[in-house]
């Protein structure tokens, strides 16, 4: 009875659920806080005017020409998202990605028109080529000396840093280099210093497994590969200690911003990284974890809505500053009714 007695006394005390017990308690207290100055949105764009080409696997999303991602843009920018992440569709495709690097490609075309409104936008562009390629890796090809091919990673870096050059040039605050080659930040933080854009940052994919969550991106990009696979040159996604040692590695090229790709499968790395490296964190909710809560939603097994931003705040909760979604437009107008 004595020991009962404590129990009472103990439980009586300590009762979480003080602090729950009505919305204003909870917002009052709430630990992680997102804001649409946080999110950055995809945007999908390919060369000429007025074209809109929806994406089926991505409910919601085109590609489109410069003067609609402008519009688009404009829609963003006065519901205070804070960046965009332009990914370029070429109308032709060569075994070395050249076109990555054109400089009247869509990306940077694109990039003109957005620096040319002047919008309160982070203007950021990936740096790949597998969009750009005819087999859709992300590199030239090279034959190994058992007779299977691979990316040469050297001869990637000579494209992957002109493209850099090319974004930089064309107006890009941010360039972020997703092919997942060894050296690849150092590689264009000194192509970009040397051509005058030492102000030009890096967002490094720096930990990016090889995802079954990329098939909606590569239908919308047209980027699956040909033959084989990527896992070549993207991360075991069973490797949590060689992600970190691969964050080390471009923090030390010269990386400003260090993304985690997965998020929803990132978050032990994420917190890891959080209470290691001093640098800002992002992570992007790839086109197979919206597509999930699409799908989901659809048939009346979740609340697509309560779904998205819980699985953002996990996401920011774990450690990312920067949050790459394609419920950017979305989630901002969401938490804009949430703080009126």
Avoid at 142 to 160: I, K, S, T, Y
Avoid at 252 to 272: C, F, N, Q, Y
Avoid at 286 to 301: L, N, P
Wanted: hydrophobic share 45%; glycine share 8%.
């Amino acid at each position: 009875m004595e020991l009962l007695e404590t129990k009472t006394r103990v439980e009586l005390t300590w009762r979480p659920r003080r602090l729950r017990a009505g919305a204003a308690i909870r917002d009052l207290v709430r630990e992680t806080r997102l804001t649409p100055a946080q999110l950055v949105a995809p945007l999908f764009v390919v060369s000429g005017r007025g074209r809109r080409q929806p994406i089926p696997s991505l409910a919601g999303h085109d590609r489109l020409s410069s003067d609609l991602a402008l519009e688009k843009a404009r829609t963003l920018a006065s519901l205070g998202v804070g960046g965009l992440l332009l990914f370029g569709i070429p109308e032709h495709k060569d075994p070395i990605g050249e076109g990555a690097a054109d400089p009247s490609g869509p990306v940077p075309e694109t990039l003109r028109a957005l620096a040319g409104e002047g919008l309160p936008l982070v203007l950021i562009a990936d740096v790949c080529t597998c969009e750009y390629t005819d087999h859709g890796h992300c590199g030239p090809l090279e034959v190994l000396p058992d007779g299977r091919q691979d990316v040469d990673n050297d001869r990637a870096l000579e494209v992957l840093a002109a493209a850099a050059v090319a974004y930089a040039e064309a107006g890009a605050d941010v360039v972020a280099p997703s092919a997942m080659m060894d050296g690849q930040v150092a590689a264009i933080r000194s192509a970009l210093d040397a051509s005058g854009h030492q102000r030009t940052a890096i967002m490094a994919y720096a930990s990016k497994h090889a995802s079954f969550l990329y098939g909606p991106f590569r239908d919308a990009a047209g980027s699956a590969p040909a033959f084989g696979d990527r896992r070549s040159y993207q991360m075991d996604p069973a490797n949590g200690r060689e992600a970190l040692r691969e964050m080390e590695l471009d923090a030390a090229e010269g990386a400003d911003l260090l993304m985690v790709k997965p998020a929803i499968t990132s978050l032990d790395l994420l917190a890891r990284a959080r209470e290691r490296f001093d640098l800002p964190l992002a992570a992007y909710q790839v086109s197979g974890e919206y597509a999930m809560i699409q799908a989901a939603a659809e048939r009346g097994w979740m609340d697509r809505q309560g779904a998205a931003l819980e699985t953002l705040t996990a996401i920011a909760r774990a450690g990312a500053g920067v949050l790459i979604t394609y419920f950017a437009e979305e989630a901002a107008r969401w938490l804009a009714e949430e703080g009126a």
